[in-house]
């Protein structure tokens, strides 16, 4: 395939499919799910502090 | 590796804020269990099937990454769909399908198109039959590589008793989603030709009539001249 004449050269992330995955992850978070509460600090933590 | 190794002069290190939309022809491929479907280059990447996204790899020398400046290796394509066309005008290239894909990475921009290391198929833009009409549908090629077999745009009436795939049906079994443009500038009649009209088939039997009443004219003429 003839192409011309070189005229640059450079870098260039594909955005789209970033976008993509951060909508993904974004309805991953809105799940209201009991199993993911866990996360937050509970009133006796598993591992000893201080 | 950085940039500044492999790019030189004014434009050394651009980085355009979305990636490049570019159109190029491959050939569909089917998977010899029939279970996955890709893409298969037209000349230097005639031996490799990709996926709907995929990484540029040297096929000379892994050494270094792709594009390189003195080498030939990366994904190509061409920034008009129109150079697309011509390209498939080609009789090499006549069974191939126009993609459009998006061209990200390293790259060098050439006058006409791109090389590449990063790309993504966003659509199937054409897929016309050898006849003329649109494709509808994929069949065997009669060519492929170890593994894969590759498929030739095939339209309702070629596609008749032929074992097929219809472009639905290869999209789905992609490694991710892409279009297929039907839209004006996508899975159209041939530019410049016409779809044929109805009558277009009786035609060779009216011929064939009228040389027959012809013939018969022309006998009657000698049967008469004999009998005078």
Known sequence: ????????????????????????????????????APLTPTAHPSIPVG | MGLSSWVSGSARGEHPDRPF????LAHAALSADGAKTGFAGLTMGAGH?????????????????SP???????FYCLHALTDALSLGCA?????????????SGRY?????????????????KQAWCGCGRPGVALADAGSG??????????????????????????VARLDGRIRIDEGPDGLAQLPGMAAPAETTAE?????LTAEIALLHARLDNLQARLDG
């Not at chain 1, 809105?30 to 993911?36: G, N, V, W």
């Open chain 1, 1 to 36: 395939m003839r192409l011309g004449k070189e005229q640059s050269a450079g870098y260039v992330e594909d955005t789209e499919v970033d976008s993509i995955a951060v909508d993904e992850v974004k309805a991953e978070i809105t799940i209201d799910s009991a199993e993911r």
């Open chain 2, 21 to 24: 939309t570019g159109y190029k």
């Open chain 2, 49 to 65: 099937v990709y996926g709907v996204v995929a990484e540029a790899t040297c096929v000379w020398n892994s050494r270094h990454q």
């Open chain 2, 68 to 74: 390189r400046r003195w080498c030939g290796c990366g």
């Open chain 2, 91 to 103: 009789t090499e290239n006549r069974s191939a399908l126009l993609i459009e894909v998006a061209a």
């Open chain 2, 108 to 124: 060098i921009r050439y006058e006409r198109g791109l090389r590449y290391s990063r790309q993504r198929v966003r659509a199937i």
């Open chain 2, 145 to 170: 590589l170890v593994g894969w077999r590759h498929l030739a745009p095939a339209c309702d009436q070629c596609v008749a008793g032929r074992p097929t795939l219809t472009l639905r049906e290869f």
């Open chain 2, 203 to 207: 035609q060779p039997f009216a011929v």
